[in-house]
């Protein structure tokens, strides 16, 4: 069983930045984010590989950046020119399957984007 904990959320103005941490308690295949708003499903932001591939939602390409360090098992999610409608809990994801949806999800953090 893979543990993730999650760190970084909280509330910023429009056009600001957040940066968003997971650690996982072990080595991990793929790791990456997913949001959920109030009233709407689960979506993908963004998921990383242990060997540096990348998949991003077009609503955050150009914005978000996916990144890992593998020697400490962490994925981060820098979040540059957040909007409004990027406001969600942000949801760590890891697992062995690429592309996709993987079992181990972390406690959420809140971001919140409002003036």
């Known amino acids: 069983q893979v543990q993730l904990v999650e760190s970084g959320g909280g509330l910023v103005q429009p056009g600001g930045s957040l940066r968003l941490s997971c650690a996982a308690s072990?080595?991990?295949?793929?790791m990456g984010w997913y949001r959920q708003a109030p009233g709407k499903q689960r979506e993908l932001v963004a998921a990383c590989t242990s060997g540096g591939i990348t998949n991003y939602a077009d609503s955050v390409k150009g914005r978000f950046t996916i990144s890992r360090d593998n020697a400490k098992n962490t994925v981060y999610l820098q979040m540059n020119s957040l909007k409004p409608e990027d406001t969600a809990v942000y949801y760590c994801n890891a697992g062995r399957r690429w592309p996709g949806r993987n079992d181990y999800w972390g406690q959420g953090t809140q971001v919140t984007v409002s003036s």
């Open positions: 072990g080595s991990i295949f793929t």
